[in-house]
């Protein structure tokens, strides 16, 4: 059986629909208990320093002081996946693209035809003259 080769967590990041899959396989990850303890707190640490009254960036621009913490949890879950193992991360890949797959429509017979708008108001008016 050919091994996989794991793709880079960096490739999976880049629209928010990205991010939101990956927090999910976050989660999965993180309830999993095959995952080591140590990992676990890695996502952990991240949450505490967002909660924590202290920031290394000081708030000083209202919105750039939230991009460090935006910044901080987003490479805290990068390292979590990636520090993961690829077979547990390849197994919640796929069930959470499971659960968000699109079924495909069944091809159906389409009529081609035309119409025409027909504007009841219009009608009325020329019924009553």
């Not at 999910?24 to 924590?52: C, E, H, N, Q, T």
């Not at 009254?53 to 990068?78: E, K, M």
């Not at 990636?82 to 069944?106: F, I, S």
Request: hydrophobic letters at 45%.
């Amino acid at each position: 059986m050919a091994k996989e080769k794991p793709i880079a967590p960096q490739s999976r990041w880049g629209s928010i629909g990205d991010v939101i899959r990956n927090l999910r396989v976050s989660w999965r990850l993180f309830k999993d208990r095959r995952v080591p303890i140590w990992l676990k707190g890695i996502p952990i640490l991240a949450l505490v320093y967002l909660i924590w009254p202290f920031d290394f960036l000081t708030d000083f621009a209202p919105g750039l002081g939230q991009v460090d913490d935006l910044t901080l949890i987003l490479l805290s879950l990068v390292l979590f996946i990636g520090l993961c193992p690829p077979q547990l991360v390849a197994e919640h890949r796929g069930q959470t693209k499971a659960l968000t797959k699109v079924p495909d429509m069944p091809d159906e017979e389409v009529i081609d035809t035309t119409f025409r708008v027909v504007d009841e108001e219009k009608q009325a008016n020329r019924a009553q003259d």
